[in-house]
Each structure stands twice: as structure tokens, then as C-alpha cells.
């Protein structure tokens, strides 16, 4: 792991992801159970709603309402709570359907994206 | 964007430098994707088989920030690279110039795709063992495909490299 990271930067130390088998999270289910899974960058927050239900949900919802209290991609939620990434997509698409989640899909229309990338190229290269 | 290569190509080297946030890895679980995505409802046989995902991201401005998604690519996770590219605005894919092959798949992938894509010849050490010219022949990429040296170890240098793939996707976005 740690020839992973180049000098000078923190170790992420990753324990390994839980040995269960990951769709006992989902009842055995590999899609959401109404909607298509999410965009693995999609940002999610959630909703006042949520805040108010975390008491009577499970583990993992619940630990995936408490996190997201700010926008948060899907992908960093899978790594902070140490879950396979598919397993929470498809828990937070079902927490969304709830209204219990925020979604954005960070995609972009298409018109905008010639835009977006000019920005991306400004941005990148003032940092740079 | 998609940082895609074989492995110990650089991905995650190239990632932290440019990255905010300490890297963060994930693990994606390969059979899941390909079950969602052929329309199986089941759960597959093997379920436990996962691929590392690494990812960073950069605030742009105050309104974009930027997420850097490294994998590596291998023919088996195709339906993992749709997940992946939906949405990217391009990637970037790194090789070994002593280990071409192993950054055929994910070359072969995004030009099928269609997805943006650039070459970055991860140079270890600062030696190249191929010309540009025979690197681009032998990874069979157009004239107009970003091939470029970087130093996955310098953020500089990661960052040129980034640019020289959305300079290229700019030019394609019409
Ligand atoms: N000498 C040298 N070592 C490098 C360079 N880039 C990466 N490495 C090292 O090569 C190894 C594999 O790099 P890594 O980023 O983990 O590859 P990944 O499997 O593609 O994520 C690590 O030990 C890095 O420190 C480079 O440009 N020069
Ligand atoms: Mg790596």
C-alpha cells in the first residue's frame, strides 16, 4: 500500500472492504429498486426529510443520510464507508425514491459541455 | 476524468498529484456492473470479484470540481468502462513505453466508445524505449490522438498531460 503513494503526500490506509458477501445489504438485489443505479460521480445531500427518519433506518442507510449532509459524490460515499461501490448505488438510488436523498447527476446537457471543458482548461491550468 | 492503464502503470501516482484529497480507493465489484447492466435481476454467482477504483478531485472554480477516476483496464471489465466514461470529459490513459500492450484494452475501448482519450507515456526513470512514432503505431492511434511524456510523479507534468486530453475533447465537443 504504501509504495502506492508518492513522497510527501498522507497514506490513505484502506482496510479491506467488508468479506460479507455485499448484496446481503441489498436484500440480494443488483438494481435499485425503483430506478436506474446512479452515475458513480453523481452528487447526493440529504433531505430534511432524511435527517428526521435517520432514527428508524438501517445501518447502512442511515450511515449513508449521516454522511451525506453535505454534496458528496456517490464514489467517495462507497469509499468513506468502506462499501462496495455497486452496493451503494444502489442503496442510495432506494434512499433517493424514498425522498430521503437529494440526487444530481453531475452529467452535463450536451450543448453546455464545450463550455464546461474551457473552464476545466482555464481552471487546470491556473493551478497548474 | 478517466485515468485508465495497466498496472503500476502510475494511475494512483498520477491521481495523488493532482488531487485535493488524499486518494481514496473503492472497490468496484466487476460481476455487479455486468449484472445491472445486462438486465439480469439476480445476484451473479460470484459476486465478491472486485476491481480498485481510485479517485480525487479538484475544485476548477467555485462552481466545478473536478473528479479524477483511476482504474485499471482489462478486456473483462468492458461494461466497467461505460460506467466510467458516461459523463467524463475525457480520459486519460497511461502506459509503460516497456509494456505497450497493457494499454490496449482501455485505447481500444475509448475509441470505440467514442469517449475523448489522450496517451500518456509514463516516463520511469526518463527513459523512453520506443519513438512517439512507433508508440503510436503500435498502440494503432490516429494522427490527432494526444500522445504525450509526462512524469506520473510531477504534478506539472500530470497536469500538461490532463490539458493536452481536454484541449483534444474541447476540439470534438463541436
Ligand atoms: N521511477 C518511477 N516510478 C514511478 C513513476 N510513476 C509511478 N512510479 C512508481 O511505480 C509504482 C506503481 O505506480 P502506481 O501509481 O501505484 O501504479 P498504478 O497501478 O497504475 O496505480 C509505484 O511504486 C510508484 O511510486 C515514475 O514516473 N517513475
Ligand atoms: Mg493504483
Not at chain 1, 455485499?22 to 458513480?40: C, D, E, K, S, W
Not at chain 2, 505497450?100 to 524505449?129: C, H, K, M, Q, W
Amino acid at each position: 500500500m504504501s509504495t502506492d503513494q508518492p513522497p510527501g503526500r498522507e497514506e490513505t490506509v484502506q482496510p479491506p472492504v467488508s468479506g460479507v458477501r455485499p448484496y446481503v445489504l441489498t436484500g440480494g438485489r443488483v438494481r435499485p429498486l425503483h430506478a436506474a443505479p446512479l452515475n458513480i460521480a453523481a452528487q447526493i445531500r440529504s433531505t430534511p426529510q432524511g435527517v428526521a427518519e435517520i432514527g428508524r433506518l438501517t445501518y447502512e442507510h442511515r450511515d449513508i443520510v449521516e454522511l451525506c449532509d453535505h454534496w458528496i459524490s456517490v464514489a467517495e460515499v462507497a469509499s468513506h464507508l468502506r462499501l462496495h461501490l455497486g452496493v451503494v448505488r444502489i442503496l442510495v438510488a432506494d434512499l433517493a425514491a424514498l425522498g430521503l436523498l437529494y440526487v444530481h447527476d453531475g452529467n452535463l446537457a450536451g450543448g453546455r459541455q464545450g463550455a464546461v471543458i474551457e473552464r476545466v482548461i482555464r481552471g487546470l491550468t491556473a493551478i497548474r | 476524468m478517466v485515468i485508465a492503464g495497466g498496472f503500476g502503470v502510475g494511475k494512483t501516482t498520477a491521481v495523488a498529484q493532482v488531487s485535493e484529497i488524499p486518494v481514496l480507493t473503492t472497490e468496484a465489484p466487476i460481476t455487479e456492473l455486468a449484472a445491472a447492466l445486462d438486465n439480469v435481476d439476480e445476484v451473479p454467482a460470484k459476486t465478491t470479484t472486485t476491481v480498485a477504483l481510485d479517485f480525487g478531485c479538484v475544485a476548477i472554480d467555485d462552481e466545478i470540481k473536478m473528479y479524477l477516476f483511476g482504474t485499471p483496464g482489462q478486456d473483462r471489465f468492458g461494461f466497467m468502462w461505460r460506467d466510467l466514461t458516461e459523463g467524463a470529459l475525457g480520459a486519460l490513459v497511461i502506459v509503460d513505453s516497456r509494456r505497450l500492450d497493457d494499454g490496449y484494452p482501455a485505447v481500444d475501448y475509448f475509441e470505440r466508445s467514442g469517449t475523448p482519450f489522450g496517451v500518456g507515456i509514463n516516463l520511469f526513470d526518463g527513459v523512453l524505449s520506443h519513438d512517439l512514432a512507433d508508440v503510436r503505431w503500435a498502440l494503432a492511434i490516429s494522427e490527432d490522438t494526444p500522445l504525450v511524456t509526462f512524469d506520473a510523479r510531477d504534478r506539472r507534468s500530470v497536469i500538461d498531460a490532463l490539458l493536452a486530453v481536454l484541449r483534444h475533447s474541447l476540439g470534438r465537443s463541436g
